[in-house]
Nanobody, 118 residues
Framework: VQLQASGGGLVQPGGSLRLSCVAS????????MGWYRQAPGKQRELVAA???????NYAESVKGRFTISRDDAENTVYLQMNSLKPEDTAVYYC???????WGSGAYWGKETQVTVSS
């Protein structure tokens, strides 16, 4: 299973970025898609998650600024990040929990760096 994340970069405070994560077709029946982040010296934390029923969960620090969405036909999860703050600077990871031919599991994408700085 491969998860390919993209969309990170350098942005000024108040700016926006959109992260995307595409999973290979070897994973299906994806129950939960999510984004995590890890800032230097801190533990990895959940940023946002979305279930196959459309229920969402956000970290308090990003509520009202970030929006998670998914496209099941494309095995893709998105994270629209608006009003970015320097404290959003971190390495972001996508995560998908679903089924493969070998069973169920949770899978991680490679990191994408988000830097918010003037």
């Amino acid at each position: 299973v491969q998860l390919q994340a993209s969309g990170g970069g350098l942005v000024q405070p108040g700016g926006s970025l959109r992260l995307s994560c595409v999973a290979s077709r070897s994973i299906f029946a994806i129950n939960v898609m999510g984004w995590y982040r890890q800032a230097p010296g801190k533990q990895r934390e959940l940023v946002a998650a979305i279930t196959n029923g459309g229920s969402t969960n956000y970290a308090e620090s990003v509520k009202g600024r970030f929006t998670i969405s998914r496209d099941d036909a494309e095995n893709t999860v998105y994270l629209q990040m608006n009003s970015l703050k320097p404290e959003d600077t971190a390495v972001y990871y996508c995560n998908m929990q679903g089924t493969t031919a070998w069973g169920s599991g949770a899978y991680w994408g490679k990191e994408t760096q988000v830097t918010v700085s003037s």
